[in-house]
């Protein structure tokens, strides 16, 4: 459906027509399905790959969850106007909580395996006794749950609200979806950076790092951006979204992957440099691990490929108002952020160097395609941009 701009309060919502998918949601389906069965299959006679594996393969896809709903929280915490046209595929993004939450349970069954502190009887580690307070088994599970809780009720309530405003357009929605916005940002940072922590620098409960929080935020943001990114084009090179989203909104948002590529850089740069300063053994640990052998070559591409090549790309104005040119950078972006969370668990199982395994690309497909099939039902359920947000006239009008 094509609708203008000069006339959007006459027109109907627009909706998602499965046409344009065909037999590829089955498809999805039975993808997900069956490398699923074959990830637990394979997992069984080899429980510590499949549990490294299948925990990189949910950060991956998490931290592009939580980046969602970290944009939909600074659209409405800030007032943005550029964003109403593409924020309702943020929601859509951040909806999938429920799901993510679902493939967190096969990483409770082999939890031992991954935090080896579970393990460790009170009395034998000083360091972890000193921690027994927060690395407990009782406190861990509590603390996961309510990760799981607040990011599935903070998405989905402000979907709610963005979805009931299209009925009635009442401003009201969008001042409840102000004030759930400045209650859940504590929330929000608090259940982002204790995540990280308990999950990815718990696998070596020795190691510590105060940056490690805003570290994972920065991936998380850029690659939900870039995600958005490529489901934006493919809407509008199936019809979608005309006159609703312009070359002006690529221009912001590859204005934006630039600020993050360079962020994302900044903390990284500052973690290493402050724990390399300090030469404290605690802190070393997690460098000297990751510059071993064949870590330290996919080290060297992470930060060639994760900065200096995106950063060179985004430099220039006018590429950045191309759609095929900004996807062919986004994904490469993600290309990257895959390395970078690959680089942060895999070299817990394997020390000696990169033994890349089948459930690495399994685990990847399982809950990847999974979540793709979930979004396209999503995608169906409600109209493709908010139809009758106040703000949605300036978001169309947005000048660069």
């Excluded at 990830?39 to 429980?47: A, E, Q, R, V, Y």
């Excluded at 999938?96 to 579970?118: D, E, G, N, R, S």
């Excluded at 600020?259 to 460098?287: C, H, K, R, S």
């Excluded at 994904?331 to 680089?343: N, Q, T, V």
């Amino acid at each position: 459906m094509k609708v203008e701009s000069s006339s959007l309060a006459s027109k109907s919502p627009e909706y998602f027509d499965y046409k344009h998918v065909g037999g590829r949601f089955f498809s999805l389906v039975s993808i997900a399905l069956i490398s699923l069965l074959a990830s637990i299959l394979l997992g069984i006679g080899h429980p510590q790959q499949f549990a490294f594996s299948w925990l990189f393969a949910f950060i991956f896809f998490l931290t592009i969850c939580i980046g969602s709903l970290f944009w939909i929280l600074v659209h409405h915490g800030i007032d943005v106007e550029w964003s109403v046209g593409v924020r309702r595929q943020m929601e859509n993004m951040a909806s999938l909580f429920p799901v993510m939450a679902l493939f967190f349970i096969p990483l409770i069954f082999v939890a031992p395996i991954l935090w080896k502190w579970m393990l460790i009887p009170h009395g034998q580690s000083i360091q972890l006794d000193e921690k027994s307070a927060y690395l407990n088994l009782t406190f861990f599970w509590i603390r996961a749950a309510f990760y799981f809780f607040f990011f599935t009720t903070a998405s989905l309530l402000l979907r709610k609200l963005s979805v009931a405003q299209d009925k009635n357009g009442d401003a009201r929605y969008t001042i409840m979806a102000r004030k759930v916005t400045f209650a859940s940002l504590p929330f929000f940072a608090v259940c982002l950076t204790f995540a990280a922590v308990d999950w990815l620098m718990g696998l070596d409960f020795k190691w510590v790092s105060t940056m490690w929080g805003v570290y994972i935020f920065a991936g998380s943001a850029l690659s939900s951006l870039c995600v958005l990114l490529l489901i934006i084009t493919a809407l509008r090179s199936a019809g979608y979204l005309e006159g609703i989203v312009s070359e002006r909104h690529y221009s912001l948002m590859g204005q934006l992957m630039t600020a993050f590529t360079v962020f994302w850089a900044y903390i990284g740069f500052d973690q290493y440099m402050l724990i390399w300063y300090a030469n404290i053994p605690e802190e070393t640990i997690y460098f000297l691990r990751r510059n071993t052998e064949s870590w330290c070559t996919l080290n060297i591409i992470l930060v060639l490929g994760h900065f200096l090549v995106p950063f060179l790309l985004l430099l220039f104005r006018n590429p950045k108002r191309r759609p095929a040119y900004l996807c062919g950078v986004a994904c490469w972006i993600l290309l990257m952020h895959l390395l970078d969370i690959y680089i942060i668990v895999l070299p817990m199982l394997h020390p000696a160097g990169f033994r890349p395994s089948l459930l690495d690309l399994l685990s990847l497909i399982a809950i990847g395609s999974a979540l793709a099939a979930v979004f396209l039902k999503r995608l169906g359920e409600v109209p493709l941009w908010p139809l009758r947000d106040p703000r949605l006239k300036n978001s169309i009008h947005i000048s660069v």
